[in-house]
């Protein structure tokens, strides 16, 4: 076989040499290569251009049924024509119901605001007990318009307005409408005793002595332990020079009355010859304020007058051992001790 295939190979280089070349090699340029990429890009947003035109042409996008607006509150989402709708029944927020303030019987003011003002509510509290509330609906006011309201407002609180005009009232030298408002302010609070002492003192200022002592006395008979008012007529009769009518006020002791009170009524009895008050009054205050020089002498002053000349001696040798006696006042004492010494040792005499 060796042999055979030599034998070819030298035929085949042989008539190679001898025959011409026939066909030449062609030279040909290299043509560029184009960019893939963009035509990719391009021609897949072709594809879904003409893929949503075509469903948006077949089967129209389907609208989700609407839900309260009062019960449940959500955004607008813009579907895309090659997204599937969906619709969520998931409740995102509740508003909370709008409740009036709990009613108080009593007087009613009313109030006027501006435009775009909410009534003042309180919000029911979630997950816990439930409240007993009203539900109030929201008024928004336009331009120009107002929101009227009722307020409850307590005694007290309506009493303190008429007092605070009747302050400003008399800054303005307004007697009138400062009486007027104190009156008010009395109907409000019958039993406040600093607005019936400040009316009543309006009045004694304007020259109404008898409506002074009217608006004081009624205040007496709706609380007959106070003897702020029972001090405050005293002294205004005193001031009218009605002595007797002042000792009326002061007849009856409350349970809390002070030193002044009763200080006062021992006073004006001793003064009036009511020696049977003034000799209880003295007595007391000797027992609150035993150290006092004054009450003593009082006592024996009110003692003598009675013909107890031996309680009277004592009370006398008490007073000039205390304090608070001028010296006027502890020679008077000498001279009574004196007097009663010298009708002791003549029991027959007056």
Request: charged share 20%; hydrophobic share 40%.
């Amino acid at each position: 076989m060796s042999k055979i295939n030599n034998a070819l190979s030298k035929l085949s280089k042989q008539v190679s040499n001898q025959q011409p070349e026939l066909v030449s090699k062609a030279h040909i340029q290299p043509i560029k290569q184009l960019k893939v990429l963009p035509w990719i890009i391009g021609s897949f947003t072709l594809s879904l251009a003409v893929g949503g035109w075509t469903l948006s042409t077949q089967a129209p996008l389907e609208v989700p049924p609407q839900i309260p607006t009062d019960k449940v509150q959500s955004t607008t989402v813009t579907l895309s024509p090659t997204s599937k709708s969906s619709v969520s029944t998931e409740v995102i927020y509740t508003p909370l119901p709008r409740v009036q303030v709990p009613e108080v019987k009593n007087q009613r003011e009313i109030k006027a605001e501006g435009p775009n003002v909410k009534a003042p509510v309180l919000l029911a509290s979630q997950g816990g007990a439930q409240q007993k509330v009203k539900q109030t609906p929201f008024i928004k006011a336009s331009a120009g318009e107002m929101i009227i309201h009722q307020v409850e407002l307590s005694p007290r609180q309506l009493a303190e307005k008429a007092q605070y005009r009747a302050s400003k009232a008399l800054d303005n030298n307004n007697l009138d409408q400062a009486l007027d408002e104190y009156q008010v302010a009395l109907r409000y609070v019958p039993h406040n005793i600093e607005v019936r002492k400040k009316l009543s003192a309006l009045y004694y200022g304007k020259g109404d002595a008898r409506k002074a002592v009217e608006i004081l006395n009624k205040g007496i008979q709706i609380d007959k332990e106070s003897a702020v008012l029972r001090m405050s007529l005293a002294k205004l009769l005193i001031k009218e020079k009605q002595n007797d009518a002042a000792l009326t006020a002061l007849v009856y002791v409350p349970e809390q009355a002070s030193v002044d009170y009763i200080s006062l009524r021992a006073a004006l009895a001793q003064k009036s010859h009511h020696n049977d008050i003034a000799l209880n009054s003295y007595q007391t205050l000797v027992s609150l304020e035993p150290n006092s020089g004054r009450w003593w002498l009082g006592l024996g002053i009110q003692q003598e007058r009675a013909l107890d000349l031996s309680s009277a001696e004592q009370a006398y040798q008490q007073a000039l051992n205390k304090l608070g006696l001028s010296n006027q006042s502890q020679q008077f004492i000498r001279d009574r001790l004196a007097l009663i010494r010298h009708l002791e040792e003549q029991p027959d005499a007056n």
